[in-house]
């Protein structure tokens, strides 16, 4: 399965970005998709999850009420919508798939797929 990542860019803070996640090579309907995010220095972080199927979505405090999981079965995709940004938000953003259980889905080994990531910045 491949997994292209896109959507990132510059944005002052406040402002807004949509980031996008497409699947391909295999149906995602036993996995999740989840969105971590990775700052120079630091180590990934996980942000949320949601169930392919039937929806559950699963989110870190850190950006719960400012960002929303989203999916579109026809296109294959997941989307990131990222509200009030932050310059804290700043970091290669990735999304990935999995199967774990939902006590497991803050863990980045537990997913069996990365796409490439895509930048995200946020100007002060």
């Known amino acids: 399965v491949q997994l292209q990542a896109s959507g990132g860019g510059l944005v002052q803070a406040g402002g807004s970005l949509r980031l996008s996640c497409t699947a391909s090579?295999?149906?995602?309907?036993?996995?999740?998709v989840g969105w971590f995010r990775q700052a120079p220095g630091k180590e990934r972080e996980w942000l949320v999850t949601i169930r392919w199927s039937g929806g559950g979505t699963y989110y870190a405090d850190s950006v719960k009420g400012r960002f929303t999981i989203s999916r579109n079965i026809a296109a294959n995709t997941v989307y990131l919508q990222m509200n009030s940004l932050k310059p804290e938000d700043t970091a290669v953003y990735y999304c990935?798939?999995?199967?774990?259980?939902?006590?497991?889905?803050?863990?980045?080994?537990?997913?069996?797929?990365w796409g490439q990531g895509t930048l995200v910045t946020v100007s002060s």
């Open positions: 990935a798939i999995t199967r774990t259980i939902v006590s497991n889905m803050h863990n980045p080994l537990a997913y069996d797929y």
């Open positions: 090579g295999r149906s995602l309907s036993n996995y999740a």
